[in-house]
């Protein structure tokens, strides 16, 4: 929770300096009004090293995909039973092991012990609960309906969940073989080519066109100038982390779609968290705009969020969800022409189910044999690499021992 630090004077008249903790700046003056204080100055407290530490993702606190099923899983429990909230969520609260989820939960029971909302006491930590959880949960409570809403966002937590980790599975390979790479090149260029330089300026030969290639290679890399070079660039890197990697995120995006073999696998998954989710929002009675309107706080990919908001402005001026998804780029023809035949027919729940379903027989399909269609391609690039490593250093050795069966 955000801190504020406050000046204020007592009912005697007293300077009090200080800093509480609040939701928002109309939240910390509520709070020093009930203590009787009259505020003087309330600010945003700012600690430049914290809050650029926290930006960074490795050093945010996290709740992960499966702690906040879990988490979902146990209020739909206490709903399906009856137990009464507070309760439950002490009982929770004694069940979870996460700490910053402790420290939700434990803020939740506070905030309802004063009467508030649910979804009010939820919507203070939008880096756990997205807008589309806080909706439905605010839908829920209107209806009375919370229980079944929190069946619908377990199974959504659970798609999403699933698909994390299938664009994980894709990658993991490709990852493993760069990092594979990026390992040899550094002790090749930093270890064993500067030690194999010294080496040979003792004998005075002629080395190889390879082998001046990458001793110029390293020095290049070792000199003063580049690692000068080589620090600002790990500082640029470190500041477009923690404070504008969000700028280029989309471009990242558009760029992913248009990868070799990656790409149509990463749109396919997207395609079956649309209509999946789509699917299970519209079976819950939402009407098509709430329901795209949800879908796209749950997509985490900027190109087809901005879509899907695109969409739905066509759908509330009168067009009908074949055209506002035309619009589109990046929907494939299957999903349009196959959610206009569900449109036509009346049976648009069963159409997306359809089309999940076919997409998730294509998505285990590429999965299971991406590997097999990158292996031969990676299988090259180590090779091609290792073999101009190998000659640089052994191409020289040879020419010595050559030298020496001659005299």
């Known amino acids: 929770m955000p801190k504020y630090k406050y000046k204020a004077r007592d009912k005697q008249g007293k300077l009090i300096v200080g800093e509480i903790n609040a939701s928002d700046l109309n939240n910390g003056r ?18 430049v090293k914290l809050d650029l530490i926290k930006k960074i993702s490795v050093f945010k606190p996290k709740v992960s995909l499966e702690e906040q099923l879990m988490f979902n899983r146990q209020l739909q429990l206490i709903y399906s039973v009856r137990m009464p909230i507070l309760k439950g969520l002490q009982f929770i609260f004694d069940q979870t092991e996460n700490s910053i ?16 909302e649910f979804n009010y006491a939820l919507a203070k930590y939008p880096d756990i609960f997205d807008k589309s959880f806080i909706g439905l949960i605010k839908a829920g409570e209107m209806s009375g309906e919370l ?3 929190f069946d619908r966002i377990c199974e959504i937590t659970e798609i999403k969940a699933e698909n994390r980790t299938k ?30 330089k010294g080496f040979y300026d003792n004998f005075k030969i002629d080395l190889p066109f390879v082998t001046q290639l990458m001793i110029k290679f390293s020095s290049m890399l070792m000199s003063p100038y580049f690692i000068i070079l080589e620090l600002v660039i790990s500082g640029l890197f470190f500041y477009y982390f923690a404070t504008i990697k969000e700028i ?17 696998l990463l749109l396919q998954i997207e395609m079956n968290s649309f209509c999946k989710i789509l699917e299970l929002l ?27 908001t695109q969409a739905v402005v066509s759908v509330e001026s009168g067009k009908s969800i074949k055209t506002a998804l035309q619009e589109c780029k990046n929907f494939p023809p299957l999903v349009v022409n196959m959610i206009s035949v569900g449109e036509e027919t009346g049976s648009i729940e069963v159409v ?19 590997t097999k269609m990158l292996e031969p391609l990676f299988l090259i690039l180590i090779f091609t690499i290792v073999l101009i490593l190998a000659l640089s250093v052994f191409m020289p050795m040879w020419r010595m021992s050559m030298a020496v069966k001659r005299v």
């Open 282 to 308: 519209l079976k819950s009675g939402m009407t098509l705009v709430q329901s795209l309107k949800i879908v796209k706080e749950t997509t985490t990919n900027e190109v087809i969020a901005d879509e899907i």
């Open 248 to 264: 280029f995120k989309k471009y990242w995006y558009k760029f992913s779609f248009r990868m070799p073999f990656i790409g149509l």
């Open 352 to 370: 997306l189910n359809k089309i999940a379903s076919y997409y998730r027989l294509q998505i285990d399909y590429k999965i299971s044999n991406l």
């Open 30 to 47: 509520s709070i020093l009004l009930q203590n009787g204080l009259i505020i003087i100055e309330i600010k945003k407290s700012f600690d």
């Open 167 to 196: 664009i994980k599975s894709a990658l993991f390979y490709p990852k493993l073989v760069i990092i594979f790479i990026g390992f040899i090149f550094v002790i090749v260029v930093f270890v064993i080519i500067p030690k194999m």
């Open 101 to 116: 989820l402790k420290g939700v939960v434990k803020s939740c029971m506070a905030d309802i012990s004063e009467g508030k």
């Open 147 to 149: 229980e079944a809403i």
